[in-house]
């Protein structure tokens, strides 16, 4: 299994970027994925999982600002962020879990099973 993120980089407050994650060596369109980020000190943190069904969830501090996306045919998972902010800044992470049905059951990073390497992001004021 094989997760590349893309699309990192650095912005000015407000920007926006797009994160992408290339999947392969598993059934990408019957797996729950997901984005993490971790910053300089802090814990991993889960930001937005996608269900196989395309069901998504946000944490609270990205809702309405963060899209995320996935793209079956392609076996691509997207992160669309706008209006970033300082606090947005850090390594961001794509993730699969292996669950029944492709549902995003946990969102412990310890649980989930395959991780990509990172892409940075960082957001100046």
């Known amino acids: 299994v094989q997760l590349v993120e893309s699309g990192g980089g650095s912005v000015q407050a407000g920007g926006s970027l797009r994160l992408s994650c290339a999947a392969s060596?598993?059934?990408?369109?019957?797996?729950?994925m997901g984005w993490f980020r971790q910053a300089p000190g802090k814990e991993r943190e889960g930001v937005t999982f996608i269900d196989s069904d395309g069901t998504a969830s946000y944490t609270d501090s990205v809702k309405g600002r963060f899209t995320v996306s996935r793209d079956n045919a392609k076996n691509t998972l997207y992160l669309q962020m706008n209006s970033l902010k300082p606090e947005d800044t850090a390594m961001y992470y794509c993730a699969a879990l292996r669950s029944d049905g492709g549902y995003c059951i946990s969102n412990d990073a310890g649980d989930w099973n395959y991780w990509g390497q990172g892409t940075q992001v960082t957001v100046s004021s």
């Open positions: 060596g598993y059934t990408y369109s019957s797996a729950c």
